[in-house]
C-alpha cells in the first residue's frame, strides 16, 4: 500500500521541491486541500483532494474539510495495535504517514492596523491544529511537520530508514509542533482579550495586561555562558530579528543586555547622538550637528568607564567617527548602518561586534518581564514622551532660561536609563557627569560631581535631573555647590516645599515633570 503524504499549508516556502522527492525519492501519494492543491498539480505533481479522500465535500466556506474520520483515524491509528487497524480497514480508513501543515496566519493579520473582528476570526485555523496535534500524538509512526526549515533534514531522515535516529527525530517535530499550536492558541486568546466588549471590560488586558501570562519563546541560541562563567544561559525569543552582527565574537549575554539598554537609550534622540553605556548605564551621551562631535563630548563625560563598554549612534557611522572609536578598546558598537570605509577600520578589530539595528527601536516593542519568587512582573516599558513638557511645571521663583531648558530636556531623557537612585549632570545636549544605583540621592549627586572632576568638566551653569523626588533639600543644595543653576525632577515629596524653597534661596530654577523613573 502506497504511503499517504498530508500537505496543506498556508506558508507554501520549500514545498513544491520537498513535496517532488516525497512523490519521486520516498514514493509517498499526496493529498491535499485547496491552494496546496492547486499549486502542487501546477507544478505537475500527482494529488488527491482530501474531500475526495474522505468522500465528504468541504463545506461552510472551507471551514470544515479535514474534520473527518477518514483523516483522523488515518493520523492516530496505532500501527501496533490489531484493533485499531482492524478497525481502519473495517471503515475504509489508509493510513497516513507522514503530514505538513503551518496555520492560518493568525499573528500577521491581527499585527495590522485596523483589522476587524471578523478578519481575525476567519483566521484562526481549525483543521489544521487538529491535523497538528492528531500527528503529533501519534508521533511514533506519524511524522509531523509545521515548519519549513525542517523540510531538508526529514528529506535526509526519510532516506535513512526507520530506526532510532528517525523515531528521535519524530518526536523533535512533535514538540515542535505542540509548542507551535501552544503560542498559536496563545495569540487568539490575548487577542480576543484585548477585544473583551463586555458590559464590564477587563480594562487590565484591554490596556495589555493579561489575566494570565504565558510565555514562550524558541531558543535562538545557547550561550557560552551568563552573567559569571559558572552560570549556563541561553538566549530566547527573536533579538536576531532586530539586529545583524557583522563582525566579532559571538556575543555574550551581558553583551545582549548591554545592547538592549543601548537601543532604547538611543531610540529617546533624533538629533545626531552618540550615547556610552558600562553594565547598561550611560556613562555619556550627547547630541550634536555630527557624530563626531557627539562622540568627542559623550566621551568627555568620563575618559575611563568606556573601556570594554558599548557605543550607540542613531545615524550611519562613517569612517571619521570610526577612527575616532578605534582609539579605545570597545565590546560592541550599535548603529544603523556603517559606511564601507568604517567596516574596513573596524575589520582590524576581529573581537569587536558591529551589530546593525534591522528595524527602528522604540520603548513601545518592549514588555518588561522580570522573573520573582514564584512568578515573574511584567510592565509596560517607561515610554513617557520626554520631549511633550506640556505638563512641566516651573516651581521656583526664577524661569529656566532657554539654554537651562534644553540641557533639562536632554538630562532628562537620559536620567530615565540610568538605575536608580539616578543623577545627572547635563549642559546643552550633553552628559557632564554621572551617578547611578546608589542608596542616597545625594551619595549618587556626589558621585556624578566626582565624575565630572575626574574628567575635567566644570559644572558651573549645568542643570541636574533627577529620576525620583529630592527627599530633602540636601541633594538639590548639593547640586547648587556643585554649580547647577536649574534642576529638573518629579516633584511629589512632603518636603517638596522645603525643597523649593532651597532652590528660591540659590536662585535656581526647578521644574517638576510630574513622573518618575525609577530603574531597579
Not at 492560518?104 to 476570526?121: D, H, L, N, Q, S
Not at 505638563?391 to 530636556?409: D, H, I, Y
Not at 534642576?487 to 510630574?514: C, H, K, L, W, Y
Request: with cysteine; hydrophobic share 40%.
Amino acid at each position: 500500500m502506497a504511503k499517504l503524504a498530508l500537505l496543506s499549508v498556508s506558508d507554501k516556502t520549500g514545498l513544491v521541491d520537498f513535496a517532488k522527492a516525497l512523490v519521486e525519492q520516498h514514493g509517498f501519494s499526496l493529498l491535499s486541500t485547496g491552494g496546496t492543491a492547486r499549486l502542487l498539480r501546477e507544478s505537475g505533481l500527482p494529488v488527491t483532494d482530501v474531500s475526495e479522500h474522505t468522500g465528504s465535500p468541504e463545506i461552510m466556506e472551507g471551514r470544515v474539510k479535514t474534520l473527518h474520520p477518514k483523516v483522523h483515524g488515518g493520523l492516530l491509528c496505532r500501527r501496533d495495535e490489531p484493533e485499531h487497524l482492524r478497525q481502519a480497514e473495517e471503515n475504509g480508513i489508509g493510513l497516513i504517514d507522514l503530514v505538513v501543515v503551518n496555520l492560518y496566519p493568525f499573528e500577521e493579520t491581527v499585527a495590522k492596523t485596523g483589522v476587524t473582528m471578523e478578519e481575525a476570526i476567519e483566521n484562526i485555523d481549525i483543521g489544521g491544529p487538529s491535523m497538528l496535534r492528531s500527528a503529533a500524538k501519534n508521533h511514533e509512526s506519524v511524522t509531523v511537520l509545521c515548519d519549513p526549515a525542517d523540510y531538508a533534514e526529514t528529506l535526509e531522515k526519510l532516506s535513512a530508514g526507520e530506526g532510532d535516529a528517525l523515531q528521535a527525530f519524530r518526536r523533535k517535530l512533535a514538540l515542535k509542533v505542540f509548542q507551535r499550536t501552544s503560542s498559536y492558541d496563545r495569540a487568539i486568546s490575548a487577542f480576543l482579550e484585548s477585544r473583551q466588549e463586555a458590559e464590564e471590560p477587563d480594562m487590565d488586558a484591554i490596556s495589555g495586561i493579561p489575566s494570565e501570562l504565558e510565555l514562550t519563546f524558541p531558543r535562538a541560541k545557547t550561550l557560552r555562558y551568563g552573567e559569571n562563567p559558572h552560570q549556563k544561559a541561553a538566549l530566547y525569543g527573536s533579538f536576531f530579528d532586530a539586529f545583524e552582527q557583522l563582525q566579532g565574537k559571538e556575543l555574550s549575554y551581558n553583551n545582549i543586555l548591554d545592547i538592549t539598554a543601548a537601543t532604547y537609550l538611543i531610540g529617546e534622540f533624533r538629533a545626531p547622538t552618540v550615547a556610552i553605556l558600562k553594565h547598561t548605564n550611560p556613562c555619556g551621551a550627547a547630541s550634536a550637528d555630527d557624530l563626531v562631535t557627539a562622540w568627542k563630548e559623550a566621551f568627555a563625560t568620563d575618559q575611563q568607564a568606556p573601556f570594554g563598554g558599548i557605543i550607540v549612534v542613531n545615524q550611519t557611522l562613517g569612517a571619521d567617527l570610526a577612527k575616532e572609536i578605534s582609539g579605545i578598546f570597545s565590546e560592541v558598537i550599535i548603529a544603523p548602518d556603517f559606511t564601507a570605509e568604517a567596516r574596513e577600520i573596524f575589520a582590524k578589530k576581529k573581537n569587536l561586534r558591529l551589530m546593525v539595528t534591522k528595524q527602528g527601536l522604540g520603548g513601545e516593542n518592549l514588555r518588561e518581564v522580570r522573573s520573582v519568587v514564584g512568578g515573574v512582573l511584567l510592565q509596560d516599558a517607561d515610554i513617557q514622551a520626554v520631549s511633550d513638557d506640556a505638563n512641566f511645571q516651573v516651581v521656583t521663583k526664577r524661569q529656566p532660561t532657554e539654554e537651562e531648558w534644553r540641557a533639562m530636556r536632554f538630562g532628562w531623557r537620559v536620567v530615565k536609563h540610568v538605575k536608580s537612585n539616578a543623577i545627572v549632570y547635563a549642559g546643552v545636549e550633553r552628559t557632564l557627569g554621572v551617578g547611578a544605583g546608589q542608596m542616597s540621592r545625594v551619595d549618587s549627586s556626589r558621585i556624578a560631581v566626582w565624575k565630572a572632576g575626574e574628567a575635567g568638566l566644570d559644572l558651573k551653569g549645568s542643570v541636574v535631573a533627577s529620576d525620583a523626588f529630592f527627599p530633602f533639600p540636601d541633594g538639590l543644595i548639593a547640586a547648587s555647590e556643585a554649580g547647577a543653576t536649574a534642576a529638573i525632577q518629579p516633584g511629589g515629596s512632603v518636603r517638596d516645599e522645603a525643597v523649593i524653597a532651597a532652590a528660591d534661596e540659590r536662585d535656581m530654577a526647578m521644574v517638576f515633570t510630574g513622573k518618575r523613573h525609577f530603574r531597579h
